[in-house]
């Protein structure tokens, strides 16, 4: 069964501080893999885009990177802002045909703390 | 436009009603999405676009969901016979196409609240 995990559920530090959020995932075939931060009451915003030989991407202080052997990709956040509160989501495409599957990961809850 | 929009933004409606919600993408973009957020819940991929076309409709969860996209622009999604349980955020993104490493651009949503 195709399916994405994130962790932690939720998290909260102190602005500044760096943290990392984990995305697991058994979705076969692999297409693309996408951070996205969704604020409260807002569509998501795209962070990154990664594809099956890509393995490090970065926009800004986030930094995404993904291993296709494990099937994990992990956000990075780098000197965290108060604005970066918000949900981060995985998401994992599947397949290349027209048909392909998106899967959502839960997200994780982010609040950074001033 | 400037960006994907969606309306209404919210819609109240009772039990067994039929509604419609709409969709504009962002101009030139071929490819429409159609997610669900449930209270609580992770984003639910329904349905895409490619142009006027729908390749995968396999996320929609009954036969009173349908979707349809005229002049490969402006969609609406219905929903017959409402029940509590679509009571949700149905959200549309679009991109230039429907390729691995195109953006997806959100809208803001439409909360359904259904009596």
């Known amino acids: 069964k195709n399916q994405v995990e994130q962790s932690p559920q939720s998290l909260i530090i102190l602005e500044g501080k760096n943290c990392t959020l984990q995305c697991n995932y058994t979705v076969s075939p692999f297409s693309n893999l996408r951070w996205y931060k969704q604020d409260t009451g807002r569509g998501p915003v795209s962070l990154t885009i990664?594809?099956?030989?890509?393995n490090t991407k970065s926009n800004g202080r986030y930094t995404a990177t993904l291993d296709a052997d494990t099937k994990q990709s992990s956000l990075h956040i780098t000197a965290s802002q108060l604005s970066d509160s918000a949900s981060y989501i995985c998401?994992?495409?599947?397949?290349?045909?027209?048909?392909?599957?998106?899967?959502f990961g839960s997200g994780t809850r982010l609040s950074i703390r001033p | 436009g400037a960006g994907v929009s969606q309306s209404p933004s919210n819609k109240v409606t009772e039990k067994g009603k039929d509604v419609e919600l709409r969709c504009d993408p962002i101009?030139?973009?071929?490819?429409l999405y159609w997610y669900r957020q449930s209270l609580g819940q992770g984003l639910e991929f329904l349905i895409y676009f490619q142009g006027n076309s729908a390749p995968d409709k396999s996320g929609l969860p009954s036969d009173r969901f349908s979707a349809e996209r005229t002049g490969g622009s402006v969609s609406t999604l219905t929903i017959q016979r409402t029940q509590q349980e679509d009571s949700a955020v149905y959200l549309c993104a679009s991109s230039l196409e429907h390729q691995r490493t195109d953006t997806q651009y959100f809208g803001p949503g439409t909360r359904l609240t259904v009596l």
């Open positions: 990664m594809t099956f030989s890509e």
């Open positions: 998401v994992v495409s599947s397949g290349y045909s027209s048909a392909s599957k998106i899967i």
């Open positions: 101009s030139g973009h071929t490819a």
